[in-house]
């Protein structure tokens, strides 16, 4: 098996069993990488099922070729997905980053090569935003150039998913770049996958949310982490209003934080700029002007655009 294709260390069978028993709690079915091999049709071929949300993983090693010159402010996209993949979400996202971009006058790359991630290409970019990243994508000798760009300095946001995995096989992403462990979200039979909630925007003085409302009301698919982001280091911009929704339970474990569930923070990784928000599962939140405004603004302070910190 090619190093292109090939379950890379760290994520294990172990994680590929999470995996598999999250999508069979959530309606959905994982798929590990297996070898096939032909065999004959049947008399009366079954209904072809649904196409499956989970790739089978692989892990690049050939960087793509970058444009020769960028804009003085240039972001990086990168939508890899090794994991759950937001097929609707992640072209949305794109197309709205891509009209950002041409109204701010950045450059923008677009790329699902994990191969990126070393230390000339990450060197361009002035911010990298993970558009629903999932799984492991990363070789461990990209995994530390991409922690060596933000440390040194460079700007991160993730989106979503991107903080969306059971389990991580990459420790310093989870518990230092995102900041808390997704334990699950909202699923019948326990609750509506999708309901409307508030959101209590904490801090409307960062270049992501200013633009908010004190109390956003919003749909989507709500977030559940282990434990609350909030300590030394993380500013928690908005939470989410347990009072307006049901959080439900996954399997026996209940998803409710209690009074302090964030749904979007940043901090300072050393150097480098992270943002990181839960909202935006379906294609539609990426059209709305709010969320688009709050993305913008969380690029621009990531980049050094806007905003201070780090």
């Known amino acids: 098996m090619s190093a292109n294709n090939k379950i890379g260390k760290g994520w294990t069978m172990m994680n590929w069993l999470r995996y598999a028993a999250l999508g069979a709690a959530l309606g959905m079915a994982a798929c590990a990488p297996v070898e096939t091999t032909a065999t004959e049709a049947p008399a009366a071929a079954a209904p072809a099922p649904a196409p499956s949300r989970f790739g089978t993983p692989t892990f690049d090693t050939t960087p793509p070729e970058l444009p020769a010159h960028f804009n003085q402010t240039a972001i990086l996209v ?3 997905t090794n994991g759950y993949r937001h097929t609707d979400a992640i072209a949305a996202a794109n197309t709205m980053f891509e009209e950002v971009a041409r109204a701010r006058g950045w450059s923008v790359y677009f790329t699902e090569n994990g191969a990126i991630a070393n230390q000339r290409q990450l060197a361009r970019f002035d911010a990298i935003v993970f558009n629903n990243v999932s799984g492991d994508v990363f070789t461990e000798e990209q995994r530390q150039a991409v922690r060596d760009y933000v440390e040194g300095g460079g700007g991160f946001v993730g989106i979503h998913g991107s ?3 059971p389990s991580y096989a ?7 770049l995102i900041g808390a462990q997704f334990i699950g979200h909202p699923m019948p039979p326990s609750s509506p996958q999708f309901q409307e909630a508030t959101v209590h925007v904490e801090d409307n003085t960062h270049p992501s949310t200013r633009h908010l409302p004190e109390n956003w009301v919003r749909t989507d698919e709500w977030y559940s982490f282990a434990e609350s982001v909030r300590r030394e280091g993380y500013h928690v911009l908005a939470t989410l209003d347990e009072s307006t929704y049901t959080p439900g339970q ?3 474990r209940v998803l409710a934080m ?3 569930h964030p749904i979007m923070w940043w901090h300072c990784e050393q150097s480098g700029r992270a943002f990181y928000s839960a909202l935006g599962h379906r294609a539609e939140t990426y059209a709305d002007l709010s969320y688009r405004q709050t993305l913008e603004g969380a690029v621009a302070w990531a980049a050094r655009v806007e905003g ?3």
């Open 308 to 310: 201070e910190g780090c």
């Open 78 to 80: 990168l939508s890899k």
């Open 258 to 260: 209690g009074d302090d």
């Open 250 to 252: 996954l399997g026996p």
């Open 163 to 165: 903080g969306g995995d």
């Open 170 to 176: 990459w420790d310093w992403y989870v518990q230092n």
